[in-house]
């Protein structure tokens, strides 16, 4: 275009927006118009036009911003939805318009933009006002131009802004956005005594920020995808490209970019099950990590990380059993102080399994004691069989947990009250539980909520359940085959070929290690095979 004329300008003055029809074969446009009145009645089904369907999948941009009105009407309901913006104005003699989201939209660099190009006069755009505004007057650091509406929209919605130019076959997009987000804080799933206090967030630039800081190597790279066709959720894989292993990267990409679903309003979780597809096993499969330095120590050991848009929580691939009762409490700590408290913590899980079963077992087999252990089983019988006791407690704790979570915090004390003192108490004063019952399902609570992973916590509970019906019902046979069939579960297991129960099966004497005591770190010097990483040395040469 070397001239203007003035039948763009004409168009302009249009009291009702054109729908345009583009033949791209033989550059014929033909301009259809169309008066739409606001006082009919529209039934909620009514069936498109062809001119609206056309409309709807039209996918460029046209020259007239009228027919850009029109089509982003029918494409994304400009009009019709509140917080869509269209913003016409006139820079240098062109019209143009800025389309936004106005929840998203930065507005103190779009009013420094504005201001800028509010001097231009005619001379300064013409004749090609796309490449002056995007290489000379748009002050901005991200502006890329855009020739396919589809993604332009998928801009907008995102966050960004689209400027669009009559005449011009492709608008810019500005990334200028802001997102609601609140402050960074320490999660509460994973507190330390001593460590750094900053957790994620449920915005994804921010998260990945958060890594970036802790590993400053050129080599992490943030790979971006898009999930649902139409919630378009942002999903990034995270890895260290000479550390992580190729192939469980490629793998992983593979499997996110081949889930066909509406959307990811629950984030994580839901592309968890897209990608893992466990069906009804309890046990997770990957694990789930809120702080950017445990993030980090797996990218590190050549995990994979995977990022959801508005989920605080990132996945962390492969998982083994032993991943998810390990803490970052014991690396804050001295070797010897942190080798004692995984010890504990291991304690409590396993009387969290099998505290409760093994005390059954002994009530309805005397013979079974100890020498020494005469005094375990109840003094007295309560009004309840054992088996129905354990359940009914069990279920009231859930409720406790649940209760607990869903009260407000001025209000969580007295209803703890209220579940321990006038519930427990008064339930074992008449006769309907018995006290040992009340105690060991106290310490296998505890045991449970000293899990790390609120995920494997849940899963050990549905499995002493499952195990103290079998005692009930089978005794000692009982016991034996459901520990047996627990661990054969685990054992089969993988995720991501990766052996669930791996270093115990299988067994790696020097990973097993690992598990048992915390190492120093300079005494760590290999990364863990279970990986399979390129770079396996921890400790790099001084030469390099």
């Known amino acids: 275009m070397t001239t203007e004329k003035k039948e763009p300008e004409e168009k302009t003055e249009r009291s009702e927006p054109g729908a345009a029809m583009k033949l791209r074969g033989s550059g014929v446009i033909i301009h259809r118009r169309r008066r739409r009145r606001q006082d009919d009645k529209v039934d909620a089904k009514e069936i498109l036009t062809d001119e609206e369907m056309g409309l709807k999948n039209e996918d460029s941009v046209f020259v007239w911003i009228d027919d850009v009105k029109r089509t982003l009407e029918e494409k994304v309901g400009l009009h019709q939805s509140f917080d869509l913006v269209f913003r016409e104005m006139v820079f240098g003699g062109k019209r143009t318009a800025f389309f936004y989201v106005n929840g998203f939209a930065k507005d103190t660099v779009l009013t420094d933009i504005i201001m800028r190009l509010t001097y231009l006069q005619r001379e300064q755009v013409v004749p090609h006002a796309l490449k002056s505004f995007l290489e000379l007057y748009i002050s901005h650091i991200q502006v890329a131009p855009q020739d396919d509406m589809n993604k332009l929209v998928e801009s907008v919605l995102v966050g960004s802004t689209a400027l669009f130019i009559e005449g011009e076959t492709s608008a810019l997009v500005i990334d200028a956005k802001t997102f609601p987000v609140r402050s960074i804080e320490e999660p509460d799933l994973e507190r330390v005594v001593r460590g750094a206090r900053d957790g994620f967030v449920e915005t994804l630039l921010t998260n990945v920020t958060l890594v970036r800081r802790r590993i400053r190597d050129p080599r992490l790279k943030f790979e971006l995808l898009t999930v649902g066709d139409r919630s378009k959720t942002h999903v990034s894989i995270g890895y260290i490209q000479d550390i992580a292993n190729p192939k469980l990267v490629e793998s992983i990409r593979d499997k996110i970019k081949s889930v066909r679903i509406d959307g990811l309003p629950l984030g994580d979780k839901q592309l968890e099950e897209a990608i893992i597809g466990k069906g009804w096993n309890p046990y997770p499969s990957v694990r789930y990590s809120e702080r950017p330095d445990v993030v980090s120590a797996h990218l590190l050991e050549g995990h994979v990380i995977l990022f959801v848009d508005t989920s605080p929580s990132v996945m962390i691939l492969p998982t083994t059993f032993f991943h998810l009762i390990q803490h970052a409490e014991e690396y804050r700590q001295s070797p010897f102080v942190g080798s004692y408290l995984r010890w504990v913590r291991f304690i409590g899980i396993f009387s969290s399994l099998f505290l409760l079963p093994l005390w059954f077992l002994v009530v309805m087999n005397p013979d079974l004691k100890p020498a020494g252990l005469e005094f375990l089983g109840p003094q007295k019988q309560g009004s309840l069989p054992l088996l129905v006791q354990f359940l009914l407690v069990e279920i009231g704790v859930d ?88 661990l054969i579960i685990l054992a089969t297991q993988r995720s991501y070929n990766a052996p669930y129960m791996w270093p115990f099966i299988p067994f790696d004497a020097k990973s097993m290690l690992s598990i048992v005591i915390r190492r120093p770190v300079l005494s760590m010097k290999i990364r863990m095979s279970l990986t399979r990483s390129q770079d396996k040395t921890r400790q790099p040469n001084k030469e390099e």
């Not at 105690?439 to 050990?460: C, Q």
């Not at 499995?463 to 034996?480: D, M, Q, T």
């Open 399 to 486: 409720l406790m947990r649940m209760a607990a979570v869903h009260t407000p915090s001025s209000l969580s004390i007295a209803m703890g009250l209220v579940a321990a003192i006038l519930v427990g108490d008064i339930a074992v004063k008449t006769g309907l539980f018995i006290n040992e019952v009340i105690m060991y399902m106290a310490v296998a609570a505890v045991g449970m909520f000293a899990t790390p992973s609120y995920e494997l916590g849940l899963a050990n509970r549905i499995f002493r359940l499952f195990l103290l019906c079998s005692v009930a019902i089978f005794k000692i046979p009982g016991f034996i085959i459901a520990t047996t069939l627990w």
